[in-house]
């Protein structure tokens, strides 16, 4: 945890050295910030990963949810101001993916810099699809998380953590699926993009399009599997963030 905000938004599982550079990693739908505890151990102490809990899960679950990107993005944003004494790097997962490219922009726009962008599992942000999920009933919500096979899966067989987790998951989908991208200046940081080759949630293409919203190098990572390839490739997603924040890969 951190001094900055008594530990509540960032989380800091492996304090690095001063000049370490630093990458903050935003959770996926439903997500929470202890989901990337294992990038942290893997990348320190030569990266210091800042993971962001949002309101209304785990230690925050009597916190509000807040209902959209936008929002989550300019509090996310204001709470990074005191660790932007150096360039933050983003890697987000699906919701996170999106999240980290609104945040990104608040920094750029401010005259800021962001050292990279990591996003998985998410089409581009002017990638936009009709998506009523969050919408449905519990069991409809529940059905969509299953099938994605993502680490929520595993709360469907305790129902005590099912009724903890669920107000959240269906309120980050209801963040994700009612976002709508606003046209503006691309980023200039670097883009490097993962994502599955079987994700219903985002296509190759759709994945490609990230290319569209910076000035900066692009690069593209297409792995076996779908919306959670990353659990399944996270040896060669941990030597690509390194190699592209320190110049050397992970062992």
Not at 10 to 21: G, M
Not at 43 to 67: I, N, T, W
Not at 140 to 162: E, Q
Request: charged share 20%; hydrophobic share 40%.
């Amino acid at each position: 945890m951190t001094d900055h905000d008594n530990g509540l938004w960032v989380r800091r599982f492996h304090p690095a050295p001063d000049d370490a550079p630093r990458l903050v990693c935003l959770p996926h739908a439903g997500g929470s910030a202890s989901f990337f505890f294992p990038v942290s151990r893997a990348l320190s102490p030569a990266v210091e990963v800042l993971s962001v809990q949002y309101p209304g899960r785990q230690d925050r679950r009597h916190e509000p949810c807040v209902p959209s990107i936008g929002e989550l993005a300019r509090q996310v944003a204001d709470v990074l101001r005191p660790w932007r004494d150096r360039p933050l790097a983003f890697f987000g997962h699906s919701m996170g993916a999106t999240l980290g490219f609104e945040v990104a922009r608040l920094i750029e726009a401010e005259g800021g810099t962001v050292a990279h962008l990591f996003p998985s599992g998410r089409r581009a942000p002017s990638c936009h699809r009709h998506e009523t999920v969050h919408l449905l009933d519990d069991e409809g919500l529940l059905a969509d998380v299953k099938k994605l096979s993502g680490p929520n899966s595993a709360l469907l067989g305790d129902p005590d953590m099912l009724r903890a987790a669920l107000p959240a998951i269906r309120s980050d989908y209801r963040a994700a699926e009612t976002y709508t991208y606003a046209p503006g200046p691309k980023l200039s940081c670097p883009v490097t993009v993962f994502t599955g080759d079987a994700d219903p949630k985002t296509t190759v293409d759709e994945a490609r399009a990230w290319s569209e919203h910076t000035t900066g190098a692009f690069d593209l990572h297409v792995f076996p599997g779908g919306h959670f390839f990353l659990a399944s490739h996270q040896p060669a997603i941990l030597r690509t963030l390194s190699a592209a924040l320190t110049g050397a890969a992970v062992r």
